[in-house]
């Protein structure tokens, strides 16, 4: 199993918070870059918040100030914070990962749905 595997996704109300978590396989040795990304219906997919393996991050404009993403390389986890949610965030939510030969991996993806 080397696919990451993603939790946290659910209905949350606009302005409130949520947080995502993403496990990477342990079989997995090197993991480079790893990061969010997600897709609203009828849109293409796109990056929410990406983090190298040094902790160098990158978000979407639309998200900058609202998402922290972080990660723990000893236990090859990565998260995605969310706040000040907007009814635009609502998306089905992945996880991907780069390992050390340049493979990606995604996960299956977690719904997010922010209404009031």
């Known amino acids: 199993q080397v696919q990451p595997v993603e939790s946290g996704g659910g209905w949350v109300r606009p302005g409130g918070s949520r947080g995502l978590s993403c496990a990477a396989s342990?079989?997995?040795?090197?993991?480079?870059?790893m990061g969010w990304y997600r897709q609203a219906p009828g849109k293409e997919r796109e990056l929410v918040a990406r983090i190298t393996s040094t902790g160098r991050t990158n978000y979407a404009g639309s998200v900058k100030g609202r998402f922290t993403i972080a990660r723990d390389n000893a236990k090859k986890t990565v998260s995605l914070q969310m706040n000040n949610l907007k009814p635009d965030d609502t998306a089905v939510y992945y996880c991907?990962?780069?390992?050390?030969?340049?493979?990606?991996?995604w996960g299956q993806g977690t719904q997010v749905t922010v209404s009031s």
């Open positions: 342990e079989s997995i040795f090197i993991i480079n870059a």
């Open positions: 991907s990962y780069e390992d050390g030969l340049g493979r990606n991996y």
